[in-house]
């Protein structure tokens, strides 16, 4: 009867790799196994966590819930990691928490680097855990504090570079300074995106027909025409250097409308030092984490203007411009956009998160369709629309009982009238013109109001899929598909 002790492996890399290498793990696991074959344990199984971060708060690791699931059940004695910042970087209660469980279950813990720790080890555990914990603290400090002093000196320290630039390195002060540099065949690019959309922003466009002036409509130029994105350049280099993981891609990155116009918003395109803007914080696999959603130019205290840290794209003219237009997404300029409500606000989304844009004119063709590009893969199979007189009845119903609701006290529809009112200026002067539109007056209404309008009650529309294609337009069908997300307070206020 083999009486040894049997032990498990475990083994975690907090970011994963670009060519998807997994070397650091696999030398932690030789690591385990060849600690418990020295010391005479039974080797029974291996638990691994990639690109799974130990020290933030929330961050869920599959591998080592289930670890801790099989020794709870008694499958094995001894857990063996490389070093004991592996298992946690937590902070003192939740180590402290962890240590006396595995104890209390009479499992011991050994680091290759730093000893055994059993059942009667449980504070000198804790207490190393919670070093490793004030290590992870100290060192995001000293990244934040040095990103601090980069920043202040002119560097980037973002990461992949925005479209239409590169990055160069050089020594100043005793820093490696990294600075934007204008790629001219990314440039050329922007400039002749800016060129489509300023020239073309007030062409008529006929029935059934792509606006060229819109973002979709060049999204779809770019395309034809093979321009490359910068995931796409990226990629071309990677393969000539024999880079691992390029083969078996599905297919070139394509253009969308919402990269070009995240590339628009940028003022790094006319030279300014920017910040990150975060949307709201949203929980994943990796736990709870913010995204970036955009950049805004940072201003020099004293003078207050922006502050500039490399070599402009664009002039201000054009920028100033540009972003005009960008901020109706051309309302009411032409084409189908003119007798469509709910195209160029941004708030009408496909389930695939791609934006809805508006096809046909009038009647049976008139339609909301996604704009993901074709070729595209991930998300939804096939296209995804829907006809537009119908969702744009269900949503402004919708505001009208939300409204109805408010006047008769309901609160959550008043908290809505109250966000809503906040937007448009005055509750009392917008619950006054929704029960004018209400009785009457909403056919009559300009487009440009009925917009305006909309968007003080809504921030998200979003369409799913029609569940067969007899149905696809059926009028009862859009309050199947469409889910609204209603105003909420916007950071900052």
Not at 49 to 60: I, N
Request: contains cysteine; hydrophobic residues 35%; glycine residues 12%.
């Amino acid at each position: 009867m083999d009486d040894r002790k049997t032990a498990v492996g475990y083994a975690r890399q907090s970011l994963g790799r670009p060519d998807k290498s997994a070397g650091s793990v696999r030398a932690q696991l030789a690591a385990c196994r060849a600690e418990a074959i020295a010391r005479g344990y039974r080797y029974e199984g291996e638990y691994v966590d990639e690109a799974v971060s130990a020290y933030r708060p929330g961050s869920v690791r599959p591998e080592f819930e289930r670890l801790l699931a099989d020794v709870r059940h008694g499958s094995a004695e001894v857990v063996i990691v490389n070093y004991l910042s592996r298992l946690s970087r937590q902070d003192v209660g939740a180590v402290r928490s962890l240590a006396a469980e595995l104890h209390g279950l009479g499992v011991t813990v050994v680091s290759v680097t730093e000893g055994a720790y059993g059942p009667g080890d449980a504070e000198e555990l804790a207490r190393r855990l919670g070093a490793a914990h004030q290590e992870s603290a100290n060192r995001a400090r000293h990244v934040s504090d040095t990103k601090r002093v980069l920043r202040e000196a002119g560097s980037w320290v973002g990461g992949l570079p925005p479209f239409g630039y590169a990055v160069t390195e050089a020594r100043r002060d005793g820093l490696t300074i990294r600075q934007l540099v204008v790629v001219p065949e990314e440039a050329e690019v922007i400039r002749d995106v800016v060129r489509r959309i300023l020239t073309r922003k007030e062409e008529a466009v006929s029935a059934g027909r792509r606006h060229r002036g819109s973002l979709s409509g060049i999204c779809a130029e770019l395309n034809a025409e093979g321009v490359p994105t910068k995931t796409a350049r990226l990629a071309d280099k990677w393969r000539a250097a024999g880079a691992a993981g390029m083969e078996g891609r599905s297919g070139p990155s394509l253009w969308e409308v919402s990269t070009l116009k995240r590339i628009l918003r940028d003022p790094r395109l006319i030279g300014h030092t920017v910040e990150p803007v975060y949307g709201p914080d949203s929980t994943g696999r990796q736990g709870t984490r913010r995204s970036v959603i955009g950049y805004q130019s940072v201003a020099d205290p004293r003078t207050l203007m922006p502050l500039m840290s490399h070599e402009p794209i664009l002039g201000n003219t054009e920028w100033g411009e540009l972003q005009a237009w960008l901020d109706t997404r051309g309302s009411g300029k032409g084409g189908p956009r003119a007798s469509s409500l709910l195209a160029g606000l941004g708030i009408l989304r496909c389930v695939c998160g791609a934006t809805m844009v508006s096809n046909g004119t009038v009647g049976a063709t008139a339609s909301y369709r996604c704009s993901r590009p074709k070729g595209a893969t991930g998300g939804h199979d096939g296209g995804n629309s829907i006809k537009r007189e119908h969702v744009e009845e269900y949503v402004v119903q919708r505001i009208f009982t939300e409204v109805s609701r408010a006047d008769g006290g309901q609160r959550s529809s008043v908290e809505l009238l109250a966000e809503a009112g906040t937007r448009f200026g005055s509750a009392a002067d917008l619950l006054s013109r929704a029960k004018a539109y209400a009785t009457g007056g909403w056919r009559s209404a300009p487009p440009a109001d009925k917009r305006d309008f909309l968007c003080c009650f809504i921030d998200r529309i979003e369409v799913s899929k029609a569940l067969s294609r007899g149905n696809k337009w059926e009028p009862y069908d859009a309050g199947r598909r469409a889910t609204v997300t209603w105003a909420a307070p916007r950071s900052g206020r």
